[in-house]
């Protein structure tokens, strides 16, 4: 039986991914920016109680990313375009978003040019509906000529009806391409005569035409067209600019808006009365003045409730009572009971349960943090996040687009930094990757709650946000340091982005977002969590001739002595928080799990105040704070060091990107350390003030300093 191909195209946010999981009833994440669908994701249409289906075609729906254009200058558009043009699926159904409708089609206007059978999606019509505009499918269909469905993604409707026609399509002939003006057709007519003999497809030809009258580099590349024919079309094209007065590129940008707006214009009625209750939003939370401060707002009440609110009541209750007494207890007699020996106890009690249960009994503040996040996503607030930033971000010479990746990375970062894919810029990508871990994720909550509960009891309430705003003003200052290095000057990638329009969240997807990070989490308790404890319980009860012994004289006490010198200054000298801190580079909950397990803090009866009251005997404030901002920064866990060395493509850029994140970490927490003793623990000036204020000098010039890159473009220019 023939398989049937539909390709969902669509710009981002049009509901592609809705709609995807709506016919295929696969669970593919749905975020709210340009970015997260990265790679395609296919899926099979699902036809559920239709009598007879079997007799039905294979329907293999694939989800491609997001895109406003075919040009190749994003990674999404040229995975999207080659896709349609090479693998040539059998029918396209586009989405175009009926509440945005002029930009939705202009992409529809380079999808007509691919010469595949084409359905369109008029998705958000109940955004439409609501606004009180009127779209008129019929008059778009017959513009077009294509068959137009209206949906509803989100609440499933017409989905089915899409998919449908879609199917049916495939036998019909694919949409004719709208005509551009005389003197463009023309020149593309003489493009397309040059290629007479590569391509044999007609409607494939006048592709390749336009394309090349773009002067698509890519194109040209695959074509591999012969000097001689290159140096025809470059005349076709200076001719054809010469007689338009514009550049080839904005010739083809210009004709498609005139022609988009004015099928638009007829398709369209708009209820010039009302100014959406979006736009009205937009008003305050995107306003110059006002934009940041609510940011600023609104993540410090996530953080706030998240972790030292709500959040800590749930987990005292998980640390003392359930793992606690209860687990902890009822391991303990059942394990007494049956007469096991004293070092499987321990090894059961103090190290796996110990080290699991400690990072297990953070879980719901993670799910109240994740819960607010994706809120926050979903709703659409954090697209406007991404835009206000923008403004910021290019005053440095970075781009919004840098944001997208750091929003994801406070869910992990392994998928923050994948993300950084969107960014066409090399340098701006590399940049981005570098900087996106110093957002604290949800693995680095525990250390967070942890110190937090310890060393701030009944004052925690900035401790958690801080953490957030200092992950951001480190990727302000490195963009700002980092810019000014030859590696990474350049100019910032174009940001465009369409702010969808604010709704409630569907609950599905916010809880399919909880669910995912929760269970990851509690996999990676189950697993990594799970070795490494039991491992640090024996390095740190056994000597190096296998004999228990006290936990001072241990294997791991050893190793970690040799280690400690090197955090002293940091305020952290006490062996088990240096180890704590090197074991948080397998996981990032494994910092709270060795500390349970080293501190041992689960022979009492209640292991989380225990925990916390043995953490706050190891540290002062200042030395806490210290700790926990160093985790925060150094080098992430490996699974994101992998992510780094997967999109940076080479050893050298991973080495430099995790050694600038722990020389970074270590300045701060040196700065903190040190200043903080002075400041605050009225400790006398040290060597160490005198390294901290040195550190503090150098890290000014490097914020201050001119930038070289700037300086000698002019005068290279002037002799050209
Ligand atoms: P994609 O970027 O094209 O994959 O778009 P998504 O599927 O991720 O959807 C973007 C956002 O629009 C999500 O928050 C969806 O819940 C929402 N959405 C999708 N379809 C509809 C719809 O028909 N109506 C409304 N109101 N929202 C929708
Ligand atoms: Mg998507």
Known sequence: MKKIKIALVGNPNSGKTTLFNDLTGSNQYVGNWPGVTVEKKEGRLRMTGKPGREKWPQVIIVDLPGIYSLSPYTMEEVITRDFLVLERPDVILNIVDASNLERNLYLTSQLMECGIPMVIALNMMDVVKKSGDIVNPDRLSAALGCPVVETSAVKGDGSMQAALAAVRQVKFSPPA??????????TLGMIGHVL??????????????????????????????SQSDLDKIENFIKVCEAELDDDSESIITNERYERVTSIAAESLQRNLNKLSASDKIDRIVTNRWLALPIFAAVMFIVYYISVSSVGTIVTDWMNETLFGSWITGGVSSLLESVG??????SLIVDGIIGGVGAVLGFVPQMMILFFFLSFLEDCGYMARVAFIMDRIFRKLGLSGKSFIPMLISSGCGVPGIMASRTIESEKDRKMTIMVTTFIPCGAKLPIIALIAGAMFPGSSWWVAPSMYFLGILMVILSGIILKKTPLFSGEPSPFVMELPQYHMPAA???????????????????TVIFVASGLIWFLSNFGWNLRMVDQDESILASIGHFITPMFSPLGFGDWRAAVATVTGLAAKENVVSTLSVLLGVSEGAEST????????????????????????????????????????????????????QTALAYIISLLIYQFGRVLFLGHTVSAGTIAAIAAALILIWLVVRPDSNKKIKPPQKATS
Not at 508 to 526: D, M, Q, S, T
Request: net charge positive.
């Open 340 to 345: 096991a020996a004293g070092w499987l106890q």
């Open 196 to 225: 007479k003999n590569k391509v044999a497809n007609e409607v494939l030809k006048r592709w390749y035409s336009i394309k090349l009258f773009e002067r698509d580099e890519k194109v040209r590349e695959q074509l591999a067209l």
């Open 609 to 660: 105040p225990a925990l916390l009251a043995s953490v706050a005997g190891m540290f002062s404030m200042v030395s806490a704070y210290a700790f926990m901002v160093f985790n925060m920064l150094c080098a992430p866990c490996v699974a994101a060091i992998g992510a780094i060395h997967r999109e940076m493509g080479s050893v050298k850029w991973t080495l430099i990107a995790v050694g600038y």
């Open 508 to 526: 599905k997807n916010l809880f399919l977002h909880i669910w995912e990070r929760g269970r990851a989490f509690i996999v990676k308790a189950g």
């Open 177 to 186: 391409p709208l005509k551009f003006g005389e003197t463009v057709e023309s």
